[in-house]
């Protein structure tokens, strides 16, 4: 039955725009919700398909496990027991014309155990030694005890990472695990936004090797496992969360409209009005979860100077080059996650590759490897500028030199993903809490919610989505 209460309505209908209309449903029964998408789909950048003979993901194929906001949902939603963790968490990076195993102790690709950095082979015996002044640090560089992590002293990882441990551990270790998150440079990257585990031992100690160090003890005494997995993901493709929320949030009464864009958002004396080409909707309370270009053009009216900042945020293109080959075709041992490409290294194609047969156990086949191949970078878009055909050649031709590889890719997919992933500029989180101020100030409940916002990931995106939901119902909308 419709539900006969408050009506909220949810634009976009990604990982944000489902978490925060199931949310909404969940805690409030009689609260009507409607979910409004301009594409003919719903799940946003999450979406899985047959490829090979298992199912692939086109894009993010896992999340982060040691921060509770994803698993937590998929326990919900009862996905929880299909939770797979990698078979492999090792990985490399390609340096100096190898691809050379990552050292353990690793956070966010800051070094914690020199000896292991040295005995790599990645950064030389100068970069561990420069790495290594880090520990006699006892000045309070920018940063310190009691920063506001969002605010004017929010840094980018560049300058932080370079300043302690130098360039070699940065180019070489940093900037390529970063990079390979958010398809950007990580010395114009936030460091609150981009690297929060980073901005809290800068803040916590004046060695930043030696905070890391203190924060895995304070894990351990927590009782928490420090080897315990980092990722999971679902064996049926990552689809199958957006999937079950879109089925439970029916299930509970509420409505997705798919092919539905909202053109124009605009308030009467007591509701808001989403103008659609399908006609006018009306709502007590409505969340944005779009990025930033659609949800700035929405907000200009209501939020100016928030709408104004929002629509000069950057993003990356990139694109998914999912591919199949003959295991005996490579002279590569796959005995890992994939790799990396060093800042210092670049290919002409490749930015980085996930073995996922290695890396999950359910992708696993005797005679054919499948490479997850990305593609593409903020600032670079020669390979992206590319036709299908031509990029499955740069590709090949990288996993040539990366990996040996001899002979056909014998399957491609390739999923090209246009302005997807947000560059975050050192401030941006000061600047998305004006902008919540703002709205806060002049536009009752109209609320946002999104990658655009506080940051990237799955995970990122269902706890905002929580708590716009929750702050709609708070706030009595």
Known sequence: MPATGAHTIVIGAGITGLTAAYTLLVNEPNRHVTVIEAADRSGG?????????????????AFLARVPDAVDLCRQLGLDHLLASPASSSARVWTDGALRQLPAGLVLGVPTDLDALAASGIVSAAGVAR?????DRVDWPQGAPGADPGGVDDQSVGNLVRSRLGDEVFERLVAPLLSGVNAGDADQLSL????????????????????LHEQIEATRRAGADPNAPVFAGLPGGTQMLTDTLGAEIIRRGGTIALGTAATALRRDASRWLVDTANGV????????????????RLLASHAP???????ELEYASVAMVTVAVHRANLDCDLDGSGFLVALTDRLPALTACSWASSKWAHLGDPDLAVLRVSAGRHGDSAALALDDEALASAIAKDLGTTMGLRGPLEQVRISRWNEALPQFRPGHLGRVEALRAELQAGAPGLLVAGAA????GIPSCIRQARTAAEQVSEQGF
């Open 192 to 211: 609150a936004t981009g690297a929060a585990q980073l901005a809290s031992a800068a803040r916590t100690h004046p060695s930043l090797i030696r905070s």
């Open 131 to 135: 790495a290594a002044e880090d520990l």
């Open 281 to 296: 909707l009306h709502a007590d309370a409505v969340v944005l979860a779009l990025p930033a270009t659609g949800a700035s």
């Open 305 to 311: 100077e928030g709408a104004a900042v929002l629509a």
């Open 453 to 456: 916002h506080d940051g990237l």
């Open 45 to 61: 950048r999450i979406m899985s398909g047959e490829f090979a003979g298992h199912i692939v993901d086109c894009g993010a194929d």
